[in-house]
Antibody, heavy 116, light 112 residues
């Protein structure tokens, strides 16, 4: 059974940093691109960033480019996103998703709140 | 960037009646590999999204056959043949063909 478990969410001040992790199980992690999608409170879904299975290629939405860094450790079956220079508008539930052009399984999400 | 639009944004439905959601893209979603990476997701209240249909019309495992998808190019439709109470939630189309990937704004389905 495919499982994706996010962790690392919390409250952070504007300008601060946070790193989210996503522990994957139930599939061959290195064979799949992985993606972060976020959802602001009461809003729709927004694609944030993706990384290829080999970690060679990364992709970012313009809204986070230069501030967020996606990475993965295939030896640990874990996906990460390092979020720097956080803004109030980054407040959202962040979902870990398997796939990039053909996303399928989603984690339960991690809430990130940016507020002073 | 591709702009995804959905209509309606709110859809009150009667149990047992059909429902239809339209999704339109500002550019063709036919990839150079010939596939159309247009998918549909359901998000029930308080839950993570779940994929229902991929590449326009392919149902995911465990998805009831009352859900169907159709369309091509820039115009796509999700249909529910007979709405059940468990279908309440928000439905999103998503395109993975053009850069950057993008979701539609969502259609909220509830029971009249």
């Amino acid at each position: 059974e495919v499982q994706l478990l996010e962790s690392g969410g919390g409250l952070v001040q504007p300008g601060g940093s946070l790193r989210l992790s996503c522990a994957a199980s139930g599939f061959t992690f290195s064979s799949h691109a992985m993606t972060w999608v976020r959802q602001a409170p009461g809003k729709g879904l927004e694609w944030v960033s993706s990384v290829s299975g080999s970690a060679e290629t990364t992709y970012y939405a313009d809204s986070v480019k230069g501030r967020f860094t996606i990475s993965r450790d295939n030896s640990k079956n874990t996906l990460y996103v390092q979020m720097n220079s956080l803004r109030a508008e980054d407040t959202a539930v962040y979902f870990c998703v398997r796939g990039r052009v053909l996303p399928d399984y989603w984690g339960q999400g991690a809430l990130v709140t940016v507020s002073s | 960037d591709v702009v995804m639009t959905q209509s309606p944004l709110s859809l009150p439905v009667t149990l047992g009646q059909p429902a239809s959601i339209s999704c339109m893209s500002s550019q063709s979603l036919v990839h150079t590999d010939g596939y159309t990476y247009l998918h549909w997701f359901q998000q029930r209240p308080g839950q993570s999204p779940r994929r229902l249909l991929y590449k326009v019309s392919n149902r995911d495992s465990g998805v009831p056959d009352r859900f169907s998808g159709s369309g091509s190019g820039t115009d796509f439709t999700l249909k529910i043949s007979r709405v059940e109470a468990e279908d309440v939630g928000t439905y999103y189309c998503f395109q993975g063909t053009q850069w950057p990937p993008s979701f539609g704004p969502g259609t909220k389905v509830d029971i009249k």
